[in-house]
């Protein structure tokens, strides 16, 4: 539709109707004969408030929405065609590892290309939004949703929100092709920091920290188009994002330029009476709005309340229009007033879901994700040695996350059958070992889980210890349930569950070679299973070709391709703990001699368990002294760091090689290291290859004291190794 076609339709609309499409509700409002429960009938919505909504969320399907949307279309007034919006977090049917899982592979080309497929997908089931991706930048993995993040690098998860939306919109952002869905970044802004990482708990952040850390990828998220954003759940400075003006129409529009649709999280707006900001509905509707909330999910605050204040001249109509006006906007850009299906259709869904090219590209996923933390000797397995793969996960298609909404459990590849299908399962045996959980209850988004302990616990421990006694190694699939990560799933101790544990010491007793493979999503905190295991791999939660995936790791026919993206601890008194921490005055150093007035632990190491960046593969890598092609740069000017590669292993691999930065002096304390490049290298045996990398006057520039973002002139480091730790650096200067 032409833009003033567009602007004629926007007059012509009642005030009623444009307050509707400032309403989000749950599809199931909207078909036939529905029946509401749950927390959409919490909500307090009836039918009439949800006549003249104007998007859906949370149900796919192509048949079923062009039926709503065509009786949605035949009675509405103008005939506007209704957004449909859902929660794609790492794929449709077809899941692909988690978003913490996709950021340690290091890989946003390929992270863009999965997200390519997530969308294809998604769009030939109708849908035309995606609630993803979350760019929170974390550093507390008792908090659930780090399972959605990238990890604890700016650098690291801004350069996936970019692939994210690319992979969403495509690269010209040009939201009517068929197979594209607009992105939605989330939550603005520091959501990823609550407090005691406790879910929806409030955040205490300095403007310096917000801008630091939190803000790059955000940046990054806008700068690539995100056609949509949700502002945060939680208070800041003690308001409210969902209220804070400051934070949505001075800093979000203002400062960083964004034009598109701002919409709530689930009840966010009605929540603000909870949150002790406004009295009721009414006031909080009209903080939102004044705020800049364009679209009130699943609440009945803008349904029943901002049409009288317009009316009562509390609030301008003029907001109201500006909303409107940019919803209208992102249904024009999808093209949904030619085609309110948007390309979908039943036939385009058949060819497109859970085709072999994404199966494929899922499987490949996995291994480039797969974090390989030790192994002393015993990886890759040999198919022609005997194997027992032991433990809950050995027949779990439980493996794909909390926020794999729309997957079917049995399309999973579980790991006996990613064995036994790659016909490596000759000499495998496999047994349970034990439940996921015992004596527990876990919730989920309308799921719950009962555990009890098993009748046969004790029969199915003898069974394992006797396998591991006579098996050359032994494969232990462990970890967390997938109910006890994502939203609502903090957790104040992130260990794998003690009947777990029991386990592992019985199986290692009698057979040390063990490799245990850790389920999670989270990093956990995993001391007592680098005690008792030669070889740790870390999938996370490895969606749709989970077993598959792991199984060519396991068995030589991938390398290992993942990178911590977010520090696993040593133990939870450290949390938080990240690389990018600030220099202190009175450092610690581990190496010296006993120290007391320094900044340091008494009774626990300072530095994780393992560190960000880090990750081994079955090549062995040799790097060169960082070269530098100069030892000054002015401003503009540009810098070569260089280091040569070498794989002196036996097989084949990639290397993730690493460039970080450190202003040894500025008018701010500055971070110890960060991470600001990155470039993978493929290598066979005894080959070398050089890493080269640009070092800009834009990676050298930070908040000073002023609020001012510059780079200031004075001494820099360049450090280029395996992962956070590397020494391997020289200096030059800023002029």
Known sequence: MREQDLRELLRSMSLEEKVGQMVQVTGAFLEEDAVITGPAADAGLTADDCRLAGSILGIAGAKRLREIQDRYMEAHPHHIPLLMMADVIHGYKTEFPIPLALGASFRPEAVERAMGMAAAEAASAGLHVTFSPMTDLVRDPRWGRVLESFGESPWLDARMAEAYIRGYQGEDNDLAVPGRIAACDKHFVGYGAPVAGREYNHSELSEHTIREYYLPPKIAAIQAGTACVMPAFQSLNGIPCTAYGKIQRDL????????GVTISDWSAVGELVAQGVAEDAREAAKLAIQAGVDIDMMSVCYARNLKDLVESGEVEERLVDEAVWRILTLKNRLGLFEDPYHGSSPEAERRTVLCREHREAAREMVADSLILLKNEGVLPLNPEKKTAFIGPYVDSRDTCGSWAIFQDRADTVTLREGVTECGLGENAEFFQGCQVLENTRVLGFGVEEVFGEPENREELLR??????????????????????????SSRGEIVIPAHQMELLRRVAAVNPRVVTVVYAGRPLDLREVERYSAAILVPFLPGTMGGAGIADVLYGRRSPGGR????????????????????TGRPYDPAGAEQKFVSRYLDIPNEPLYPF???????????????????????????????????TGAMEATEKVQLYLRDEKATTVRPRRELK?????????????????????????????????LAEPGAFTVYIGPDSRTENGAGFRYR
């Open 613 to 647: 960046g880090f990750g081994l593969t079955y090549g062995s890598f040799t790097y060169s002294p960082v070269r530098l092609s100069g030892d000054e740069m002015g401003a503009g000017e540009t810098l070569t760091a260089s280091v040569t590669v070498t794989n």
């Open 677 to 709: 490049g990155m470039k993978a290298l493929r290598l066979k045996p005894g080959e070398s290859r050089e890493a080269v990398f640009a070092v800009t006057e834009e990676m050298l520039k930070i908040w000073d004291r002023e609020g001012r973002f």
């Open 564 to 583: 911590v993206s977010m520090s696993f601890p040593w133990g939870t008194g450290q949390i938080p703990v990240y690389h990018n921490d600030y220099s």
């Open 463 to 488: 069974e394992a210890v006797e396998a591991a006694r006579r098996a050359d190694t032994v494969v232990l699939a462990l970890g967390e349930h997938t109910l006890q990560s994502g939203e609502a």
């Open 252 to 259: 979000l529009r203002g400062d960083l330029g964004f034009e």
